[in-house]
């Protein structure tokens, strides 16, 4: 008789070991995760900082060089965007353009800027979407050139309210 209570005894304790154990390892992985996305939220967070430690001494703080569209006047320290600086350069040119191609006269006519080649491709991506830019396939290229603007019509009763 005293085989058996033990033996039941030694069922529990190891259902109870297998069970806090897997439970253990649910949890290690929990932390693991949460330990990660942790890590991922400082090297933002230190990325913000430098950007604000960077831009602290600007007239005004509230808008960093990269968000202006123009260079105010006799300001030179303050950039235009990218997608601006893109745009004049594929307004240059007749033909369609490789996104290498756009990156390298930009380098060459902005020797201050010196965009990664995907950062090129994002810009010229999104300039796309935006309807402002054109994409070319041709075989495996890609390429891009500035949007054809359809000619403005005017309406018309636009035409009698403004004659």
Known sequence: MTSQPAATLRSRYVEQAASDLEENRRRQRELTSRISELQQEEAMLLDILRLAERYEGLPDPSRVPEQTHAAPPGSKSRRSLLGGVL???????????????VREELLAKHPDR????????????????????????QQRAVMYSLAKRPEIRVSSSAARNSG
């Open 87 to 101: 745009l004049e350069l594929l307004a240059g040119h007749d033909e369609p353009r490789l996104a290498k191609e």
């Open 114 to 137: 010196s965009p990664t080649p995907q950062v090129v491709r994002n810009t010229l991506e999104s300039l796309v979407a935006k309807g402002r830019v054109q994409r070319h396939k």
